[in-house]
């Protein structure tokens, strides 16, 4: 996504505002070529926000849900940025517990990392069966 960049604010308590501010913004600008959204609800508004403003922008987003998911398996979503959040909390936690129990040093004092993963069409099927069980 090189190139210009617009940020564009919405506000995420009102799914119908987002879906026409990103319409309206499309509209406004068709050279416009992707839309990035931080949320994952925003990024399902922005798919219904292409279509009505007939663009072909390239859709991507942080963060997962299972309409997320469905949208990426339909080709509507090219990917999603998954920062694995669970993971980010649960090891830490995790290692400083282990560190005050027994004095383990997870990692060998080298940076752990907990993600982030792209979730693509290529393996959103898989990421899918863990966020319908509500553990992703």
Sequence with gaps: MGGRM???????????????????????????????????????QAVQAAREAHSDATIATFDLSTDVLKAILAGQISFAIDQQPFVQGYLGVTTLYLHALNGNDVGGGQPV???????TKDNAQQVLTYAERGTR
């Design 6 to 44: 617009r940020n564009v604010q919405v506000d995420v308590g009102n799914p119908t505002a987002v879906a026409s501010t990103i319409t309206a913004s499309l509209q406004q600008d068709p050279t416009i070529d992707a839309v990035l959204t931080l949320q994952g609800a925003v990024a399902v």
């Design 113 to 119: 990392y907990s993600g982030p993963a792209f979730v």
